[in-house]
């Protein structure tokens, strides 16, 4: 299984909302990334969880929360969000080595109205 | 400027061409990814690269890191490779992320 997974694919929230998205990997991988995309720009780094513990915080907001609960689950919790973080959300793994591949999930389309 | 640098930003082609994007960086790396992006989101890793060339079908990845370069080659192009095509590089003295380049936007037509 070299799948990640992400939910929901969309998702629509005002700016009071608390909402969480979710990722899921089940190849063993120790590594799990949170990007956001916005439209024709190529992915930003936002976190880097390593075995279950954060490693790289990538100067984000704190109505962004990540949370690794296990090996295999990624969340960002978002809270109070703008609308300019409507954007598209990736989640990735990799195994633990730095330069290795990273398999990146389908997305989750967020828009913050 | 950007630590990495692809052109072309827009490439328009017939199917059956043979197409050719361009990589450069600016900082020793330990490793290249070079990325497809469809319309609607997912991406997909082609190559990682640390020397030399790969191949896979229809597509060839080479890198030369003496000249800090990278080329992504799609042999009998079709409709279905238009896509974002995106390098990123795992910077030797950075921590454990991907710096990307601004993407090629390649567009086959029938």
């Known amino acids: 299984d070299t799948e990640v997974t992400q939910t929901p694919k969309h998702l629509v929230m005002g700016m009071t909302n608390k909402k969480s998205l979710k990722c899921e990997q089940h190849?063993?991988?120790?590594?799990m990334y949170w990007y956001k995309q916005k439209a024709k720009k190529p992915p930003e780094l936002m976190f880097v969880?390593?075995?279950?513990?954060?490693?790289i915080n990538e100067s984000v907001p704190s109505r962004f929360s990540p949370e690794c609960p296990n090996s295999s689950l990624l969340n960002l919790h978002l809270h109070a969000l703008q609308p300019e973080d409507s954007a598209l959300y990736l989640c990735?793994?990799?195994?633990?080595?730095?330069?290795?591949?990273?398999?990146f999930g389908p997305g989750t389309r967020l828009t913050v109205l | 400027k950007n630590e990495v640098e692809q052109s072309p930003q827009n490439l328009t082609a017939q199917e059956g061409e043979f197409i050719t994007i361009n990589c450069s960086y600016s900082?020793?790396?330990?490793?290249l990814h070079w990325l497809q992006q469809h319309p609607g989101g997912g991406i997909v890793s082609l190559f990682m690269l640390s020397s030399g060339k790969k191949k896979h079908g229809r597509l060839i990845a080479t890198i030369n890191i003496q000249e800090k370069h990278s080329s992504l080659h799609i042999t009998a192009s079709h409709p279905r490779d238009s896509a974002v095509y995106i390098c990123a590089v795992v910077i030797i003295q950075g921590a454990q992320k991907l710096v990307f380049g601004q993407g090629t936007r390649l567009t086959i037509n029938p």
């Open positions: 990735a793994s990799s195994s633990q080595t730095r330069a290795d591949t990273q398999y």
């Open positions: 190849m063993g991988h120790r590594a």
């Open positions: 969880y390593s075995y279950e513990k954060l490693s």
């Open positions: 900082v020793g790396i330990s490793a």
